[in-house]
């Protein structure tokens, strides 16, 4: 069956350093994947798109890699800031829709 | 600043009553979702629409329905609330190519007792 995998367990990292999270999918083959924030009790907020052909992506403090052979998604913020704490979602597109992952919470102790 | 606005932040409602989440959105977004965000779940998908009066199946669509009368709104509807439908309800919006994300509603925490 279809699978999207987060790390449950929350990443609590120092400021300054960098954050990786992890996004792993089995029984999909996905044109393009999303990488989402979410806030306490906000909804969901997108940050990056990387295509299939795309090995990597940049915006800013962020880096997302795509490799399809793995069926992997690597998220970075560099330079953390406690600003950055949140839940962050993977989302795979499925048929023309979006299914995410359940997200990994983020805590970036001052 | 473009939008999707949920109608309620907080709702409660009995069990057995036909309630109605609205969602509307300002963009001309072809696209228009609902999912239910339930902890260690996910999002999971109950409906989407491409289209004006068009509407399909996501994940999870038993015990409700929608309605996509005008471009701008896509309402869901629980036909006769039950409590294990207690649960956040998001909506979400995209282009047709989706390749700008999606932009989600502040979310609607509805409560069946």
């Known amino acids: 069956s279809q699978k999207i995998e987060q790390n449950s367990e929350a990443l609590n990292i120092q400021e300054g350093k960098t954050a990786t999270l992890t996004c792993n999918y089995t029984n999909y083959s996905p044109a393009y994947l999303q990488w989402y924030r979410q806030d306490p009790g906000r909804g969901p907020v997108f940050l990056l798109l990387?295509?299939?052909?795309?090995k990597e992506k940049r915006k800013e403090r962020l880096k997302v890699t795509f490799d399809t052979t793995l069926k992997q998604s690597l998220f970075h913020i560099t330079a953390s800031q406690p600003a950055d704490s949140a839940t962050y979602l993977c989302a795979l597109d499925s048929s023309y829709k979006l299914i995410f992952g359940s997200g990994t919470r983020l805590l970036v102790r001052p | 600043d473009v939008k999707v606005t949920q109608s309620s932040r907080y709702l409660v409602k009995r069990t057995g009553e036909k309630v109605f989440l609205e969602c509307v959105q300002d963009m001309d977004h072809e696209n228009m979702f609902w999912y239910r965000q339930d902890p260690g779940l996910g999002l999971r998908l109950i409906y989407f629409?491409?289209?004006?009066?068009?509407?399909e199946k996501g994940d999870i669509p038993e015990g409700y329905s929608v309605s996509r009368e005008k471009k701008e709104r896509f309402s869901l509807i629980l036909e006769s609330a039950s409590t294990n439908q207690t649960s956040m309800y998001l909506c979400a919006s995209s282009q047709y190519s989706g390749d700008d994300g999606y932009t989600f509603g502040s979310g609607t925490r509805l409560t069946v007792v």
């Open positions: 990387i295509r299939e052909n795309e």
């Open positions: 629409s491409y289209d004006v009066k068009m509407k």
